[in-house]
T-cell receptor, first 116, second 116 residues
Framework: DTAVSQTPKYLVTQMGNDKSIKCEQN?????MYWYKQDSKKFLKIMFS???????INETVPNRFSPKSPDKAHLNLHINSLELGDSAVYFC???????????????FGEGSWLTVV | QKEVEQNSGPLSVPEGAIASLNCTYS??????FFWYRQYSGKSPELIMS????GDKEDGRFTAQLNKASQYVSLLIRDSQPSDSATYLC????????????????FGQGTILTVHP
């Protein structure tokens, strides 16, 4: 059973297109995330949701719109794709932080997006 | 200054040796520290978490935290070729105020190669 699953795993698309990546977790976690890993392997948070509510939005262009229909799902829609959007997008989930301490974040397998 | 900085790699050690990975962070109020391992083409997986100053051991892995020096390290004893991967240091700031809810800030990663 995959804990955090995301689809599609590979996506090649042309500039200007709109695409979505779906994510689901079966861990019972309340908190879900989208992280982006660029070509230099630098992993950076984009969004965080807790129980369907947007908590973190890290200065991501508004072409990127996350949607959480319920706490087990967090989808990412990207409008007007640009070459620089090519990256690996990781969905992740965790229990909510406990006081001052963060909780373990579990990552999905990643979605490789290539914009041509 | 980068928020989380890791020793530049790649790091190459012979099988059976100790691999030492280092990480410094800039946010003094950080409370939670994590080491993730990422194999090529795979998602990051948690191998160690540490919250208090001192050492924490788990099998061949030892994490060391020094909050005064804003320094966290990972030692891998008896290194094996299967340890060859990119190691990511991640820091979670204090959740005081709630604005950093579950946010992990990653370093740029250190590539470790263990050669037979």
């Amino acid at each position: 059973d995959t804990a955090v699953s995301q689809t599609p795993k590979y996506l090649v698309t042309q500039m200007g297109n709109d695409k979505s990546i779906k994510c689901e977790q079966n861990l019972g976690h309340d908190t879900m995330y989208w992280y982006k890993q660029d070509s230099k392997k630098f992993l950076k948070i984009m969004f965080s949701y807790n129980n369907k509510e947007l908590i973190i939005n890290e200065t991501v262009p508004n072409r990127f719109s996350p949607k959480s229909p319920d706490k087990a799902h967090l989808n990412l829609h990207i409008n007007s794709l640009e070459l620089g959007d090519s990256a690996v997008y990781f969905c992740a989930s965790s229990l909510p932080p406990q006081g001052a301490f963060g909780n373990t974040i579990y990552f999905g397998e990643g979605s490789w997006l290539t914009v041509v | 200054q980068k928020e989380v900085e890791q020793n530049s790699g790649p790091l190459s050690v012979p099988e059976g040796a100790i691999a030492s990975l280092n990480c410094t962070y800039s946010d003094r109020v950080s409370q939670s520290f994590f080491w993730y391992r990422q194999y090529s083409g795979k998602s990051p997986e948690l191998i160690m978490s540490i919250y208090s100053n001192g050492d924490k051991e788990d099998g061949r892995f030892t994490a060391q935290l020094n909050k005064a020096s804003q320094y966290v390290s990972l030692l891998i004893r008896d290194s094996q070729p299967s340890d060859s991967a990119t190691y990511l240091c991640a820091v979670s700031p204090s959740n005081a105020g709630g604005t950093s809810y579950g946010k992990l800030t990653f370093g740029q990663g250190t590539i470790l190669t263990v050669h037979p």
